[in-house]
């Protein structure tokens, strides 16, 4: 009978480390301090539902990216290309909200340049971000009226 607890008592147990494994790897927020970022422009923006582009405007050299919307990552290990990849971040309050972009291979010309696109169907704004890998992370503030 004492065996038969000690069991149940066990698999619980592993039960519970298995939940908090998951948790700590998958489940968790995938965030950022805001203050690792220098900001490098701000765009005044009149909708707030956008579409926002990422990609590789200049020269194909292998940028690699991580790709941040007010803190949260949104894409790890993004290589930019000449297509871009598409964020719909949904509907967005009235305020500030923070593209943040962090180099992680800034390819064969750094830094890791990311250009950027936030369009609402009609109008779309353009820019860039620089990053350097393991130094200096971009940010571009965008100001929801």
């Known amino acids: 009978m004492q065996n038969k607890r000690n069991r149940i008592i066990i698999a619980i147990l592993l039960l519970l480390l298995i939940a908090a494994a998951i948790w700590y790897f ?16 701000s765009t005044t923006i009149n909708y707030s539902e956008p579409v926002i582009k990422i990609w590789d405007y200049s020269a194909v050299d292998g940028d690699t990216i991580d790709f941040y919307f007010d803190g949260k990552l949104i894409f790890k290990n993004l290589g930019l290309e000449d297509s871009p990849t598409v964020f719909r971040p949904g509907s967005l309050s009235k305020g500030e909200h923070i593209i943040g972009v962090k ?21 779309m704004l353009e820019f860039d971000i620089d990053a350097w890998k393991d130094s200096t992370s971009g940010s571009w503030k965008i100001i929801v009226k």
């Open 103 to 123: 180099g992680i291979n800034e390819g064969t010309m750094g830094p890791a340049s990311p250009h950027l696109s936030i369009s609402d169907g009609k109008e």
């Open 26 to 41: 998958y489940c968790r927020n995938n965030s950022i301090d805001q203050k690792n970022f220098v900001q490098q422009g």
